[in-house]
């Protein structure tokens, strides 16, 4: 199939398609006429490229799979790479979540105070400048 039929089958761009062949994540062959042609097992391939990149794995991470891309149940095929390369994404998202959250309890703890402070107090609205506001 041309790549613009593996396009359309996959719901991938011919520009990504592009991009995962120039890093040697898809391969195609060519017609005398300088047209890309894909296998039937390309589609497999592209739509697990597709969920490994949407997951926010890397294109090395994604390269480390190796022949498991092909797998048309990549999730449940025992693939040794890929159980490591999900555990190292998982560790790292842990690590950003933890971050996020020690961001969350602070920006809390600082409102909570300005709350307490302000308690009873008229806070000064400097919106007048918006649509609607106090000009004149």
């Known amino acids: 199939m041309r790549i613009g039929e593996l396009a359309r089958r996959t719901g991938v761009s011919t ?8 890093r040697g994540l898809l391969a195609s062959r060519r017609d005398r006429n300088g047209y890309r042609r ?15 990149l949407g997951a926010g794995l890397s294109v090395e991470n994604v390269r480390e799979f190796g022949s498991c891309l ?3 149940d ?4 025992p693939c040794a790479p890929a159980l490591e390369v999900y555990e190292q ?6 690590e950003r979540i ?3 959250a020690h961001v969350r309890s602070d920006l809390a703890a600082q409102a ?11 806070m000064p609205d400097d919106r007048s400048d918006e649509v609607g506001g106090d000009r004149p």
């Open 98 to 100: 933890a971050a996020l």
């Open 70 to 72: 092909a797998s048309p």
């Open 89 to 94: 994404r998982l560790r790292v998202l842990d």
């Open 112 to 122: 909570e105070h300005l709350r307490t402070r302000t308690a009873g107090h008229a």
């Open 15 to 22: 520009r990504s398609l592009r991009y995962y062949e120039e």
């Open 38 to 52: 894909y296998g039937d097992e390309a589609v497999v391939l592209v739509n697990n490229l597709r969920h490994l």
């Open 74 to 77: 990549l999730g449940s095929s």
